[in-house]
């Protein structure tokens, strides 16, 4: 009995752990990302598409690699076919395009506030499909997660948001984007694997977005500090953070994930202080201690 107990544990361990680092590259990512939108001129429709497309490619790559397995047998089932054709789209496409827009329609705090919503959408989807209502420590981490996001990302000044009809709605299919990302995927990736899975979504998810964003046309600077940058988005922001928070629901559920994902933001200011000097007030520090309570809350059973 209690080795079992131990089991599963260490079984949920590996989720807590797989969902906080995937989230800390992801934070990662979004400084890196801001430098070469803002200081090299990258077009976010090339940096959006491109970084998909190269990331598929490298997780692919790896699956091919590490299992030896035919890398297309997924698309010979056609139901399997299919649902993966709607995760990249929907999930892995959708979350990018309609964060990019709501920021191109208002700001990026605003955006990341309203996308952050996230975790309320699987709250309610949780207790919709298990046909119970939420607990009251759970409708708590999605509280303190939100609110802690908020102070995070806007300093608490609530000035900082600037919501349009249009932002508003962009941000709220950002939200429903990224919650469908997180519960959709969870039977392919137990029966193809996370990394056969998210490879082909952002694959597939990249080259749909093509004609839109036309990656063969690039828009910008790149010096050896871009492309490093790049590289590190490319490799660590988009292929290994969304391989291991996908990885992740295998051992814990996607609502638990959700909201460690709250660490993003986080990780985030505290790569700005290291790197552009951003000074550390009173609200983010509020926020970031709101964000540690939500992790330790989710991971303690």
Aim: proline residues 3%; glycine residues 10%.
């Amino acid at each position: 009995m209690i080795l079992q107990l131990s089991h599963a544990g260490s079984f949920r361990a590996k989720g807590y752990v797989l969902a906080v680092v995937g989230s800390m590259f992801w934070g990662a990512s979004g400084i890196a990302g801001q430098f070469l939108l803002q200081n090299r001129g990258v077009s976010p429709e090339w940096f959006a598409s491109s970084r998909m497309i190269l990331a598929g490619l490298i997780l692919l790559a790896y699956d091919a690699a590490c299992y030896k397995g035919d890398i297309f047998s997924i698309w010979r089932d056609k139901r399997e076919a299919v649902r993966l054709l709607i995760f990249s789209v929907v999930g892995m496409l959708g979350v990018q395009y309609t964060y990019f827009t709501a920021i191109h329609l208002s700001n990026a705090p605003t955006a990341t506030i309203i996308q952050y919503t996230m975790p309320i959408l699987i709250l309610f989807w949780d207790s919709l499909t298990g046909r119970h209502l939420p607990g009251r420590r759970q409708c708590l981490c999605v509280g303190l997660a939100i609110m802690g996001t908020f102070l995070i990302v806007t300093q608490g000044r609530w000035g900082t948001l600037s919501v349009s009809p249009q932002a508003l709605t962009w941000g709220l299919f950002s939200s429903v984007a990224a919650a469908f990302y997180t519960v959709q995927p969870k039977g392919l990736i137990r029966r193809w694997r996370s990394s056969l899975v998210v490879g082909w979504g952002m694959l597939t998810g990249g080259i749909v977005f093509s004609p839109v964003s036309r990656p063969w046309i690039f828009v910008g600077y790149f010096d050896t500090a871009a492309v490093l940058a790049f590289a590190f988005v490319v490799v660590f922001g988009t292929a290994v953070a969304f391989w291991l928070y996908l990885s992740s629901v295998e051992y814990i559920s996607p609502g638990e994930a959700s909201l460690l994902n709250s660490v993003e933001p986080l990780s985030s200011i505290v790569l700005s202080m290291l790197i552009f000097g951003m000074t550390f007030g009173a609200a983010e520090g509020l926020g970031a201690a709101l964000i540690i309570g939500t992790v330790l809350m989710v991971t303690k059973k």
